[in-house]
Nanobody, 125 residues
Framework: QVQLVESGGGLVQAGGSLRLSCAAS????????MGWFRQAPGKEREFVSA????????YYADSVKGRFTISRDNAKKTVYLQMNSLKPEDTAVYYC??????????????????WGQGTQVTVPS
C-alpha cells in the first residue's frame, strides 16, 4: 500500500519561509519521480515542482522559480519543498505525488499515480 504523508504547512507572513516534507511508505522510493502540486480555492490543481528519481533533474513552475527548492533523501524516503520569499498567491493546499519513473519527472498531474492528503499553506495578504 503506497502512502504519501505531507507535513510542514502552516501560516506564515509574506516574505517568510516554510519547508514541506513528504514521507513515502510502501514504495521503493528510489524508483519514483516525485512532484509537488498545489490547489487554491476555486482553482485547478497546478504544478509546482518535480524531481527525478536520482535528484539530478529538477523542474519548477515559473511562478516559484528562484524561491522554491525541491530535494529528496532516498534513504529517508522523503521529498522536501523549501519555500522562501512566500507571497499571498502561494496560499494553497500543497500535495506531493509519486510516479514510477527512471526518466524525467512530469509536470502533468495526470502522470502521477499516487497522492498525499495535502498540507495547507497560508500566506495572508
Amino acid at each position: 500500500q503506497v502512502q504519501l504523508v505531507e507535513s510542514g504547512g502552516g501560516l506564515v507572513q509574506a516574505g517568510g519561509s516554510l519547508r514541506l516534507s513528504c514521507a513515502a511508505s510502501g514504495v521503493t522510493f528510489g524508483n519514483y519521480a516525485m512532484g509537488w502540486f498545489r490547489q487554491a480555492p476555486g482553482k485547478e490543481r497546478e504544478f509546482v515542482s518535480a524531481i527525478s528519481w536520482s535528484g539530478g533533474t529538477l523542474y519548477y513552475a515559473d511562478s516559484v522559480k528562484g524561491r522554491f527548492t525541491i530535494s529528496r533523501d532516498n534513504a529517508k524516503k522523503t521529498v522536501y519543498l523549501q519555500m522562501n520569499s512566500l507571497k499571498p498567491e502561494d496560499t494553497a493546499v500543497y500535495y506531493c505525488a509519486a510516479r514510477p519513473s527512471f526518466g524525467v519527472p512530469g509536470r502533468d498531474r495526470n502522470e502521477y499515480n499516487y497522492w498525499g492528503q495535502g498540507t495547507q499553506v497560508t500566506v495572508p495578504s
